[in-house]
């Protein structure tokens, strides 16, 4: 098994772009979602999913987009990148319900420059 | 606002000595309470802890929660280089609907 995987690993883009990031998991999990991590805050709760076809808001959802078409994927969209969204970004995902861990993607390096 | 403070936010030690790392929080609808461990990339699952009082124990590290004074601390004993990293703590509310991350406790740990 991969386990979660993300794509690309690394990319620039200049203000104004848009961009999607995707995340695959193959473990079969009901609860996927996106962080983003900044120096010396931790990891931040971008957008939630609990199933294929629903979304949720987390902690620091302006000016990100998300979709879970199918249940293996997560998609994260910047629709205009601005320089405050140069971050890493981590996908992670879990069994449902309460008491599971999370799993972890690799991570993406986005700069905007 | 649900919050999760970690303490110290650096820590430099020597290979073999015993560090303990602490986490605090404040969250609506607790659920568990998870620590993680960050090398390079990706957060890596070490404990996850729900019941107040019971130990857990992976070889050298070891973490307890205390639900009523709300904390939780992780021990590595004997530290090696390899123990080494950003120590992240969490705490799943909401059903796992939520995961509230504390900022991280970065160990270096010189031979």
């Known amino acids: 098994n991969a386990g979660v995987t993300q794509t690309p690993k690394f990319r620039v883009l200049k203000t104004g772009q848009s961009m999607t990031l995707l995340c695959a998991q193959d473990?079969?999990?009901?609860?996927m979602y996106w962080y983003r991590q900044d120096p010396g805050m931790g990891l931040r709760l971008i957008h939630y999913?609990?199933?294929?076809?629903?979304?949720a808001k987390g902690e620091v959802p302006d000016g990100y987009n998300v979709s879970r078409l199918k249940k293996q994927n997560f998609l994260l969209g910047l629709e205009s990148a601005a320089p405050s969204q140069t971050s890493v970004y981590f996908c992670?995902?879990?069994?449902?319900?309460?008491?599971?861990?999370?799993?972890f993607g690799p991570g993406t390096r986005l700069t905007v420059t | 606002e649900d919050k999760v403070v970690q303490s110290p936010l650096s820590l430099v030690v020597h290979e073999g000595d015993t560090v303990t790392l602490n986490c605090s929080y404040e969250?609506?609808?607790?659920?568990?309470l998870l620590w993680y461990k960050q090398e390079k990339k990706a957060p890596t699952f070490l404990f996850m802890l729900?019941?107040?009082?019971i130990e857990k124990k992976s070889g050298r590290l070891s973490s307890i929660l205390d639900k009523k004074e709300l904390f939780s601390i992780l021990n590595i004993t004997a530290t090696q280089t390899g123990d080494s990293a950003v120590y992240l703590c969490?705490?799943?509310?909401?059903?796992?609907?939520?995961?509230?991350f504390g900022p991280g406790t970065r160990l270096s740990v010189l031979p």
């Open positions: 969490a705490v799943e509310a909401d059903y796992g609907q939520n995961f509230v």
């Open positions: 969250v609506t609808n607790f659920r568990s």
């Open positions: 992670a995902s879990s069994l449902a319900g309460q008491g599971h861990e999370q799993y």
């Open positions: 999913s609990v199933g294929e076809g629903t979304t």
């Open positions: 473990m079969n999990h009901e609860y």
């Open positions: 729900t019941s107040s009082g």
